[in-house]
Every structure is written in structure tokens, then in C-alpha cells.
């Protein structure tokens, strides 16, 4: 998890950034507890078979034998030793995966990871995913991007459209595709066959904007005045029928959330989730066994393998991974906590896990649907500590450590039906479980 949140409030003050994000990457480790910490950017989260076991075989060479998947679609190693960096660099140049040094903390780019493998979506983003990639890297100035700055290509679908992006391309059905700029809930549209080139301009004119004004800055939402309104409304989303078409919610709102991945078989592959993006390598070796030789990591902590057939999902289930849709594991996510994190204040995974076997063990038929990708039930997050590093953007239930308890709150603006936002229950972890699956229950 990162070490030190972002998150802006709408209307909140513009945070003044003193200092250089300490983001980490694959070439500057971040130091916790448990050992140093690499993350790799995998832009679209999209992996070759052949670079997926090179992560592997690092992981069980130089750390703990595991690799975590991020909410923006990356992969970290944990448990590395402090002189560890210069092999483990080696290994990902020889798989393609540090295509530059002075660029690999600035290659955040998340996509829609079923582009182009169903009916759903407007565009098989993936070609501007590689476009992005190789122009970012080969932009001397783009080097001076904060490690958090971020770009969604979303394929109208509206899935990554809600990541709460700096920079958000969406493609349109019919016409141009729709720039969008931090929260801002209006686009404009881009000349086709210029996609790409709309994305980097706004951000180098972020950067200019910087220079210019001698600030620094990790996020284009900070610099108010690069948020000129649009002239465009952006369309509903797929899911989000309670939108009219063309119709937003008020500037600084996110746009409402499109139907996400479910695990399990889909048309064009299959969908598999790992609990709190943990998975060992023999999970990891099954994904790769499963896939056709291309794996697309998911924002919501999950890999899609294009092209698998659905005979693949038991071997799946049995290496442990989530491959039935509607439990109370859907859309549900954690901090690293003790003993990986000493600012923590309890072993949020461990708790969270029994709050959620319990939670499903209880569950009946007809809650357990509720609970299915793109359901009406809320995403959850468990926090170690005030950070709340690693939650989800919109609306989730917050489960924020106390070190007595926990306090569970509904973040985000208050729901469709009325039911508040931001209302704290503090209770033990006897009461977590049912305090819990009360709050996702909640309306959007």
C-alpha cells in the first residue's frame, strides 16, 4: 500500500505538496516492516505469461514469496532485502517491465480490462494503453510527474471512468471520445486519431502550470485553474440507470459507476479475484497455466484472462482463487496492517477475513446476490490507521482501526435513498461482521 495518502475532498483546501511524492516503484523500494517494498507498473495492468512468471519467480528469490495487486491494476513484491534493487531490476529489464528508469514511477495507467472482449464497450482501448506507454516514456518532460499522477482509459463502459483519474479519455459510441480533467463533470471531445496526444498535452500543461506558478503539486485537481468547464456533458454509464443520459452529477462529484468485472466465466475469458489482492505463487502459476498468454490485472484486484475457456475455473478455485460471483469477498479490500505496516494499529487482514467468512457463512441466497460486481452492495475497506491507504474512490464503508475496535462509517456523499453519510459505529470484533454487512446493504 502506499505510504502516504492523497485523497482531496471536494471543496476541501488545495493541499500545498512541499515535497516529492515517496510513491515507490520498481527502482526506489519503499522500507516497512516486513522488508522492502518494489511496486511495478504495469500499464492497463496487462501482462505477458512470460513476464507474470518472471514477477514470480523475483518474489520467491528476493521477498516473501508473494505478489499484491494495487487498486490501480500494479504489482508489488514485500519482504525484500535492502540490496535487493539491482537484481530485481535486472530481471524485470530482461521481461520488458522497466522499459525506462527515469520513467517506470509515472507509467500509471489504468483501462477497462474487458475492452474489446465483449459487446460492452466502445473501443478496444488497449492500442491507446501502448500508445500512452511508449509516448510517456520517450517525453523527457513527462519524468517530472508525481508517481500518484494517474490516466484512465475507460471504453465507455464507465468502469475506470470512476477511479478518480487526473486524466480520463472515454470512448464515445458514436463521435469523438471525451476528455475529462481530475473530477471535473464535464469533457471535451478530441479529434480522432488524437486521443493520446489530448491526454499527454493535459498533462504537460499540468506541469507548465507548475513551473509557472512555482508550486508543486501531485495531482491536477490541486491546480483549480486547469479545470476550465467543459463543453460536453459526459454520458451515463453502463449500470448506472439511474442517471438520465447526458446527465452528470454536480462538478467535483465522480461519474456513477459502470458495471465491473464479475468473477467467473465471461464472454471473451474468464474473471478471477484474489482476497485483498494477495496471491502465492502457486495461485500465480494457475493464472498462468489458465491464460492464453496474456493477463489483464484489474483495478478492483483481480486478473482477466482473455480468451480462457471456462473448463480453466476449477483448477482455479482449487489454487484458492475467488471464482464465484455474489460473496461478501466482492469489492471487499484491506490495508497491509501489522505486521507489514508499524503505523497500524491491528492486523486488519486477519480480522477482516473473519468478519467476511463469517459474513458469508451467514449470508443467505438472496443477500449473496446482492453482493454480486455492479450490485447494490457498497464496497468496504479495512484501515489500520487514519491513512485508510489503498480505499476505493466514491462511496465504500470505512472500517478504521481504533485499537479497541473498529469505527464503521459510510464515506462518500449520502446515498439515493437519504441514508447519511458519514455516521460512525464503533464496535468490537465480535460486532464487526453484522455492523459491516448492515452498511454495505446500503443503497447507492
Known sequence: ??????????????PDRGRADACPGALRLHTADDGGLARVRLPGGLLTDRQALALVEAAEALGDGELETTSRGNVQLRGLAADCGAELADRLRAVGLLPSDTH???RNIVASPLAGLDAAGNADV???VRELDARLCASDWAAGLSGK???ALDDGRGDVAALDADVTLIAAPDGPALLRLGRAARGRPVEAGREVTAVLDAARAFLDALRSGGRKAWHLREVPE?????????PAFAGAAAVPVGVLPAAGALPAVGVLPAVGALPGGLSVGMRFGRADAGQWRALVAASTGELRLTPWRGAVLPGAPADRLPALAAAGLRTEPGSAWERATACTGLPGCAKSLADVRADAARALERAASEAGASEAGALEAGGGALPVHW????????????QWVDV?????GYRVTVNGPA???GTPAGVPVDVTNEEMAEAVAEARRTTK
Do not use: I, N, Y
Open 104 to 106: 517506470e514511477r509515472v
Open 415 to 417: 446515498t439515493t435513498a
Open 126 to 128: 488497449q492500442a491507446w
Open 383 to 394: 484501515s489500520g490507521c487514519e491513512r485508510r491507504c489503498g480505499h476505493p474512490a466514491g
Open 149 to 151: 499522477f494517474l490516466f
Open 400 to 404: 478504521l482501526a481504533t485499537g479497541h
Open 1 to 14: 500500500m502506499p505510504p502516504t495518502p492523497d485523497a482531496t475532498a471536494p471543496g476541501a483546501a488545495v
Open 226 to 234: 486547469l479545470l476550465p468547464p467543459g463543453t460536453v456533458p459526459l
